[in-house]
């Protein structure tokens, strides 16, 4: 071989070695979601920006995994969750990883305060506070419990459950929401009761939050 054909053969080893390290890049993680802080039991998604990556590794900040590209996660507890996104390339296993901070609230404390309501024709006093977890309240009608609800977001569910007025034997169901209205929180809620002959009734409790007293 000579010299001219080993630098050819050299030049050219060289121009293929370089063409495929060019080949291989560093992946990139990125993710974003749609807004600054949450509720509990809302539902976050989040979407994934990575580049050059094919395969990814969430860790939610909750004891959560997932190996979703674009996961979505409800947290259940408020508090500030630190999201970490590992994204690796499947051809040279190199990796990228990004943290984020999601911040959780929760979805019942917006509803907690006293209240000047109406039901069933007459005027009450409304106090309502937290329930057991951070998705509940808890109704409190002139110092007797009046019903127990959840709510996500601005919206309330009320289920099944006893009821402390003698007129109706039971709550069936009843749904509502918390509004803003003229910087003032209106709750609004439709119930639907049962008699002890098993009628069911319509019935809306209209409640305007009291301010704070200083």
Known sequence: MTKAMRIVRFTLLCFILASVCSCKVN????????????????????????TDADKFEWDFGDSIISSDK????????????????????????????????????QANTKFTGSYQATFDDQSYFLNVTEGKDPNSIVLMMSNRIFCNADVTGY?????????????????????????????????????VVVDSIGTENLLELKANKLPVQD
């Open 155 to 191: 919206e309330i569910v009320v289920e099944t459950q006893n009821f402390w007025n003698s007129e109706y034997q039971y709550i069936k169901d009843g749904t509502g929401s918390l509004i803003l209205d003229n910087d003032q929180f209106v709750m609004t809620i439709d119930i």
């Open 27 to 50: 992946p990139k993680a990125c993710f974003q979601t749609d807004k600054q802080s949450y509720e509990t039991g809302e539902t976050v998604y989040f979407l994934n920006c990575s």
């Open 70 to 105: 674009n996961p979505s996660h409800v947290y259940l507890k408020a508090g500030s969750y630190l999201v970490k996104l590992t994204s690796r390339a499947y051809n040279d296993n190199k990796s990228d990883y990004i943290k984020n901070t999601v911040i959780v609230n």
